[in-house]
T-cell receptor, first 113, second 114 residues
Framework: QKEVEQNSGPLSVPEGAIASLNCTYS??????FFWYRQYSGKSPELIMF????GDKEDGRFTAQLNKASQYVSLLIRDSQPSDSATYLC?????????????FGKGTKLSVKP | KAGVTQTPRYLIKTRGQQVTLSCSPI?????VSWYQQTPGQGLQFLFE???????NKGNFPGRFSGRQFSNSRSEMNVSTLELGDSALYLC?????????????FGQGTRLTVV
C-alpha cells in the first residue's frame, strides 16, 4: 500500500519567517515527488518537483529529498500571508508514469501578518 | 496557453443516477488523470489515460469508469451514484512521456449527490 504522510497542521508562522513542511512516503519505488499548493475552494497548483537526493531551489521555495529516509520537505523563505494555503505532497513515477500520483492529506499553513 | 478545462463546474445528482464529467487537457498533453477529493480522504487517484488507453487504475469500484478520445479529451463516468460519491473531481494533464513530467490540474467538478 503506497502512502504519503503529512502533518495536517495547522502550521502557523509569522510573516517573513521560514515555513518548513514535511512529508514521508512508504514505497521505495516512488521516483518523483511533487509539492502542490491548494487555496480553499481552488484546485491544486504545482509549486515544484524533485527526484534526486538533495535540495532544489526555485525562488523562495526549496524542496529537499532524502530517499534513504523516505523523506521530502518544502521550505518557504520569507513567508507571506498569500502563502496561507494547504500544501500537498505527492509521490509518483510508478511504472515510469507520472500520471498516478499518491497524495498526502496536506498541511494547512497559516502565515500571520 | 489554455489550461486544463473541466465541465461542468457543479453538478447535483440524485442517488442511483449516473453522471459524466469531461476534461480537456492542455494542448499537446497526452495523459489525463482523474482524482477524487473529499475532506476525509484527501486526493485519491482514480485512473490515468494515455493515448486512449487506461494506463493506471486506483482502488475504486467498477462504477467509476473513464475513457479518452483521440484528441486526448477524457470523460469520467460514475454509475449508480451513492451519497459518498459527493466530492470534488479533479483531472490533471501531463505530457505523459516517460520521465519526469509535471501534472497540471483543472478547476474541478463539484459533484453533490442527494
Amino acid at each position: 500500500q503506497k502512502e504519503v504522510e503529512q502533518n495536517s497542521g495547522p502550521l502557523s508562522v509569522p510573516e517573513g519567517a521560514i515555513a518548513s513542511l514535511n512529508c514521508t512516503y512508504s514505497d521505495r519505488g516512488s521516483q518523483s515527488f511533487f509539492w502542490y499548493r491548494q487555496y480553499s475552494g481552488k484546485s491544486p497548483e504545482l509549486i515544484m518537483f524533485i527526484y534526486s537526493n538533495g535540495d532544489k531551489e526555485d525562488g523562495r521555495f526549496t524542496a529537499q529529498l532524502n530517499k534513504a529516509s523516505q523523506y521530502v520537505s518544502l521550505l518557504i523563505r520569507d513567508s507571506q500571508p498569500s502563502d496561507s494555503a494547504t500544501y500537498l505532497c505527492a509521490a509518483g513515477g510508478y511504472g515510469g508514469s507520472q500520471g498516478n500520483l499518491i497524495f498526502g492529506k496536506g498541511t494547512k499553513l497559516s502565515v500571520k501578518p | 496557453k489554455a489550461g486544463v478545462t473541466q465541465t461542468p463546474r457543479y453538478l447535483i445528482k440524485t442517488r442511483g443516477q449516473q453522471v459524466t464529467l469531461s476534461c480537456s487537457p492542455i494542448s499537446g498533453h497526452r495523459s489525463v488523470s482523474w482524482y477524487q477529493q473529499t475532506p476525509g480522504q484527501g486526493l485519491q487517484f482514480l485512473f490515468e489515460y494515455f493515448s486512449e488507453t487506461q494506463r493506471n487504475k486506483g482502488n475504486f469500484p467498477g462504477r467509476f469508469s473513464g475513457r479518452q478520445f483521440s484528441n486526448s479529451r477524457s470523460e469520467m463516468n460514475v454509475s449508480t451514484l451513492e451519497l459518498g460519491d459527493s466530492a470534488l473531481y479533479l483531472c490533471a494533464s501531463s505530457l505523459g512521456a516517460r520521465g519526469i513530467t509535471e501534472a497540471f490540474f483543472g478547476q474541478g467538478t463539484r459533484l453533490t449527490v442527494v
